[in-house]
């Protein structure tokens, strides 16, 4: 079983590049982000408060991954709701858990999030930490939101991708950041095709050396 670990900030790529690589390499894909905001969601379905650890645990525990849409879970509010909760201790070890069960598939799986490498998966044969300047990453949200046919504020966008930045790398439990051994891949100057064939001759190497 072979687990690549993919972290980095919000709009960086690294969904898309998970994508890919999962696709490359025949494994499974896991965006652990989708499953923050699939809790997030319940709570504002239920009108519950976002502010109480147990109820959000709670919800944590129910999340099915197997039923994680990422359609229905994009929408702005769903993600600024759960880069709130995620910053709670219980909420963190209930989705870790099965994020955990995941990683285990054969014949190997792809993970993208915060923590992957630092916490979900620390054995991983593989670890990329994604990431691309903020006011890059800025105008990719916003060309995607652009091309969906939607209407959007760059400025605003700009901020919200700063914020994003300064709540998932400032918690006090699994904040944002490269692991020790990851290996960083800036794509703030690559489109995704030259982003994918970077990534994929580290992969290629580091599993290579791992045999
Ligand atoms: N290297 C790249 N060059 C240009 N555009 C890119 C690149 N990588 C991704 N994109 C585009 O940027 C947008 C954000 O990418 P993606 O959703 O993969 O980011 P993410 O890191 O998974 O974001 P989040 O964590 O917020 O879900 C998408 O529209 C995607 O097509
Ligand atoms: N491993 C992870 C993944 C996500 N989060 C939090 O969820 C928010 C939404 O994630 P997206 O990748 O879908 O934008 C994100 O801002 C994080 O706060 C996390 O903590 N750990």
Known sequence: MITIAIDGPAASGKGTLSRRIAEEYGFHHLDTGLT??????????????????????TMAREVELGGL?????????????????????AVRRALVEAQRGFSRKEPGTVLDGRDIGTVVCPDAAV??????????????????????GGTADYGAIFEDVKKRDERDMGRADSPLKPAEDA?????????????????????????????
Do not use: C, N, W
């Not at 359609?71 to 909760?85: D, Y």
């Not at 800025?138 to 939101?145: G, L």
């Open 127 to 148: 670890k990329l930490y994604v990431t691309a300047s903020p006011e890059v990453r800025a105008k990719r949200r916003y060309d995607e939101i652009i091309a969906g």
């Open 69 to 89: 849409d990422r359609s229905v879970l994009s929408a702005h509010a769903i993600g600024e709701a759960a880069s709130k909760i995620a910053v709670m201790p």
């Open 36 to 57: 923050y905001r699939a809790t997030a969601k319940a709570l504002l379905d239920a009108g519950l408060s976002l502010d109480d650890e147990a109820v959000a645990e």
């Open 183 to 211: 290996h960083l891949l800036d794509t703030s100057e690559m489109g995704i095709e030259a982003a994918f064939q970077a990534a994929k001759t580290l992969i290629d190497a580091a599993l290579k050396e791992k045999i």
